[in-house]
């Protein structure tokens, strides 16, 4: 792992110390998951479940905050076994599906949702029309059910084809009162009022958290990374960790830590359980 600085060096070992009283955040794709064309072929790492579990018993908890519904991020990640692991070592795993709109624990086992947002509706019966005036039919319409995530990944020039789509997607969005997201050769649309710094709030709070630790390769985590700095703020040691790639790197110059993609992170993550141990055997 490259430290952005020394004092970033200095807050990776007030982590360590202040671990047993953390939390792990997560997000899942680009961060545990590699990037693919086809999101629903999107498996974490082969390594990902063993190295959750051995994380989780250095720290109080962790968590998987993603776009992803919840249901897909179970699945895709076998999270739920995950979970099980990791409740029998007395620690608890969370998934925050959809931005944290959704919501399932390894104690509670069911995923707790809203409903669908008002607008959304209107804004699918409308959106095949408007992909079309963009020359932008055969991009991947991917419905989650309480948001749609639009993915040009596949196009001939992705980027050039987000570039075509962003605006008009956002006027319409907009008109149904719906949030855009913009990321990775995609545009998510989803429901405002909640996002994945909500989250972190949520759980350093519930967690009575001493120290979080966010991981995250997206603008879709921006808002987790200001909510981790407002944490530190308040006194409690943190560590943002840049899962990094040359499609994005809105997140490197905000990192403590950047890593090369999900490989990395689990590298950065089992280094940590190393480095927890370590800490509690010289005491």
Wanted: aromatic fraction near 4%; proline fraction near 6%; glycine fraction near 10%.
């Amino acid at each position: 792992m490259d430290f952005t600085s020394e004092q970033a060096r200095h807050k990776y070992d007030a982590f360590v110390a202040a671990a047993p009283a953390a939390v792990v955040g997560l997000d899942m794709d680009g961060t545990l998951s590699p990037i693919v064309d086809d999101p629903a072929l999107a498996h974490v790492h082969p390594d990902a479940p063993e190295v959750l579990v051995e994380v989780a018993r250095a720290v109080r908890a962790v968590a998987i905050i993603t776009g992803r519904p919840a249901r897909q991020a179970l699945a895709l990640g076998g999270l739920d076994e995950v979970g099980e692991a990791i409740a029998a070592d007395g620690r608890e795993l969370y998934v925050f599906g959809q931005y944290g709109h959704e919501r399932w624990s390894s104690s509670q086992r069911r995923v707790v949702s809203p409903r669908p947002p008002a607008g959304l509706g209107r804004f699918l019966a409308e959106l095949p029309a408007v992909l079309r005036r963009a020359d932008a039919a055969t991009a991947y319409v991917e419905e989650k059910g309480l948001g749609v995530a639009v993915h040009t990944r596949r196009m001939p020039d992705p980027a050039e084809a987000l570039d075509r789509i962003l605006a008009p997607m956002t006027e319409l969005a907009t008109r149904h009162g719906l949030l855009v997201e913009p990321g990775r050769n995609v545009v998510e649309v989803r429901a405002p009022g909640v996002d994945k710094g909500w989250a972190v709030h949520t759980l350093a709070r519930e967690q009575d958290a001493g120290g979080f630790l966010f991981a995250g390769d997206d603008l879709g985590d921006v808002e987790a990374f200001a909510a981790v700095d407002e944490l530190a703020g308040g006194g409690l040691a943190t560590l943002l960790v840049c899962s990094a790639s040359r499609e994005q790197s809105a997140l490197r110059e905000r990192a403590d830590v950047v890593v090369p993609g999900p490989e990395g992170v689990l590298g950065l993550l089992r280094q940590l359980a190393e480095d927890v141990g370590l800490s509690r055997r010289r005491r």
